[in-house]
């Protein structure tokens, strides 16, 4: 079937766009932490694959799709050559940065959540997996230079990815036909909750917060 | 069979409750470094389920059973939202806690070694990974917040696991009769090991300790 | 065939020499830290044992060649307590601990390329999978006590690894007759690149001290 030929083609360069953005972030925080050339990769690597290996391992799909090939790595050591070489001008490409990385998030959040329906999964285990798809590689990347994950403590990132992912359950759920516009729309929640909430700031409450507006406890 | 179906549901209902004491725990501590809503339900889970995750990812066995249905992710997700909003009054429930999680820890041990056992792996490796199951929820929720496992340098959480896990791998090399009463006998002796432990302070020796008990080396 | 038999018991052998060398290092660094004993054996056998069990996962050979019996186990927790016990003494073993430590880094780098290549992976990521067995463990062991792991960003060490997987992937690529001189050839390789390293204090570039060296970017 040629539609879908060419809708798994479109569909791998899209994940590969995702892992660059991904790896371009790992490369860059590398960087900022004086790891050395190996060091830089190594984290670009990780933010750009951790996530849907984690998946995979999860759903017994080894070896994960990024070591099923030699596609995933390339890109990903790509991605971080060039930061090592040019990060000074990173700086200018912010804006673009953060977009890309919208874009990554919904797509990956979508295709992960897609591939745990088609393994079988309870679908609240895959909008989950789905979600640990997105945000399992910047998870590990922060933990190898000593950090707490940022998607632990700011922002919307996580609560982003778990909308697009809920899109295509909701989709599933409802026995919608093919996973295409479900898939699309899921995405583009997720950019788009991201997007908003960078804008304006949005973050969810931490526990001391909400805390302020209860009468006193004790 | 009606008896093993209720052993079943028993044992399900038991699991489901030692992973909601350390989804408790998990969500205390995300609440303590101030993580937003989103982290504190990641730490929750992480307690509650990362340790079987890891037994089962070596087992082989996936998905792994914390995410083959809908049940321990919205166990988790329930205790970590009552922990965010209730956390001031944890502190009165400190010592039922304390109490939970040591039945947690031996009901973890024992079922987790009696499934390597059934998976076929060695009894000494079936030990580790059972007493994995109690204390790998507990590791991996603390580097999530940059911190030195507590199990690493602390009490003698670890060896309650492990001694647990013993009395089961025992009974299994002695070919005892069904698994109920040895794996009853290992939970119990987890557990008190844990609280006796607890209560006297006991904790095991780290080298500077034994050194100062040594003749001079140089 | 005796001699696959025998090469097969060198070969067990020899993993079983490299897993106690890089316990050591586990051990050492546990004991650096104040771990209880308990800690520094999970050090011990985390620096160990985790890098081939990291490889096993990815390949789904599970469970692990590490838990496929008592082995591994044992002679990590030996290594642990030994050293435990005599680590004033270690200090004087540094030289021989270094040598048998890039001993243990070509062999691992070297076996862990091969298997990958069996289980029929693709040259590249078999090579980083060889890698991975190499310094997977330390990688692990040092984010335990919460460092950034030093591999990132000191010395030639993953090179080296690299280096020796290189060595067979070349061998399997070019189709060269069985294994044993390409393994050889790797893995004298990976030792001498880690030993004249060390010597002479190779380290691989960072981001900053590049810059040094270029034009100012604004």
Not at 70 to 97: C, G, K
Not at 113 to 138: N, Q, R, S, Y
Not at 177 to 188: E, F, K, L, N, Y
Request: with cysteine.
């Amino acid at each position: 079937m040629p539609e879908n030929l060419s809708m798994g083609a479109v569909s791998q360069t899209q994940k590969l766009a995702g892992t660059t953005v991904f790896a371009i972030s790992g490369a860059a925080i590398g960087v900022k932490y004086r790891l050395d050339v190996f060091g830089v990769c190594v984290l670009a690597f990780v933010a750009g694959n951790a996530g849907g290996m984690l998946r995979d391992v999860m759903l017994g799909a080894t070896p994960p799709a990024a070591l099923s090939g030699w596609q995933h790595i390339t890109v990903s050591l790509v991605a971080a050559l060039l930061t090592f070489l040019w990060h000074p001008r990173l700086e200018r490409l912010r804006t673009p940065i953060l977009l890309f990385d919208a874009a990554g998030l919904g797509l990956f959040a979508v295709s992960g959540t897609e591939k745990a329906l088609a393994f079988g999964l309870d679908p609240l285990v895959a909008a989950i997996l789905g979600m640990v798809t997105g945000i399992g590689g910047g998870m590990l990347r922060d933990l190898l230079v000593n950090e707490i994950p940022t998607v632990l403590h700011g922002a919307l990132y996580a609560v982003a990815a778990l909308a697009g992912a809920a899109v295509v359950v909701a989709g599933h759920v409802l026995d919608l036909p093919p996973t295409v516009p479900t898939m699309i729309g899921g995405a583009v929640l997720c950019f788009s909750i991201r997007l908003v909430s960078i804008r304006r700031g949005w973050s969810l409450p931490t526990a001391d917060r909400i805390e302020r507006h209860l009468p006193k406890q004790r």
